[in-house]
Every structure is written in C-alpha cells, then in structure tokens.
C-alpha cells in the first residue's frame, strides 16, 4: 500500500484538472490516467510478491521443525524445501544446484510475462 500510494502521489494534478476540464468523470480519470501512471508500481509489487511467495521456506521448517521437511507426507513441501532437500540433506549438489537455476529461469519467464501483459504496447 505504501508503495502505491508514492505512485500516486507521482501523477501529475495537472492531468487530473486537464481531465476535469474535458468534462471526464471520476471513473474516467481513474481509467485513463491513475491506471497507466500506476502500471509500473503494479509491475514492481507483482513481480516481488510473486517472488516473495516462491521462496517461502521459514515458515515450514519452523512447521516441521522436529519432523522431516515438509512433513506430515509432503503437505508443507514448496519449491524451496525441495531444493534443501535435496542440495543439502540428500547431498545432491548438482542436481539441487540445476534445480535452482532451472527455477530462477522459470521466475524469469514468469516476470517477463508480466512486463508483457502490463506493457502500454502489448
């Protein structure tokens, strides 16, 4: 929220009285001038919180503390967890090593869909 609100404290007033003055309503201005000023802000918390939720590990080795990772029979298992699991507790290093760049190419892809949905020319 704090981040949207400094994207919309970036939007010109004058574009708001220009609108205003054009007889726009209040969903006009909202449609056609707060959305596109605010496309990269919403871009920026997207893609982070996309991110933030992809590496979610914390939480579930708090969980399973005592038990095994992602214990009981995988419930709490995330991507995160399958890479300790196997990099660190299995001793696959290299295959824990290529299953975290193949993620980094998947979270890659995935922001580079968003950049194109949200982009004013797509």
């Avoid at 609108?19 to 982070?48: H, N």
């Avoid at 992809?54 to 005592?66: E, V």
């Avoid at 095994?68 to 029979?73: D, F, K, M, N, T």
């Amino acid at each position: 929220m704090i981040v949207y609100l400094s994207g919309l404290q970036e939007v010109p007033k004058d574009l708001y009285e220009a609108g205003q003055m054009d007889g726009a309503s209040k969903w006009e201005q909202f449609r056609y001038i707060t959305v596109p000023y605010l496309k990269p802000v919403t871009f920026f918390i997207v893609s982070v919180s996309t991110i933030l939720a992809f590496q979610i590990y914390d939480q579930i080795a708090a969980i399973s503390r005592y038990g095994a990772l992602g214990s009981p029979a995988g419930a709490t298992s995330t991507v995160v967890t399958y890479f300790y699991q196997n990099g660190i507790r299995y001793m696959k290093i290299g295959y824990g090593s290529a299953a975290v760049v193949l993620f980094f190419f998947v979270i890659m892809i995935i922001t580079f869909l968003q950049k194109k949905l949200l982009d004013d020319k797509g």
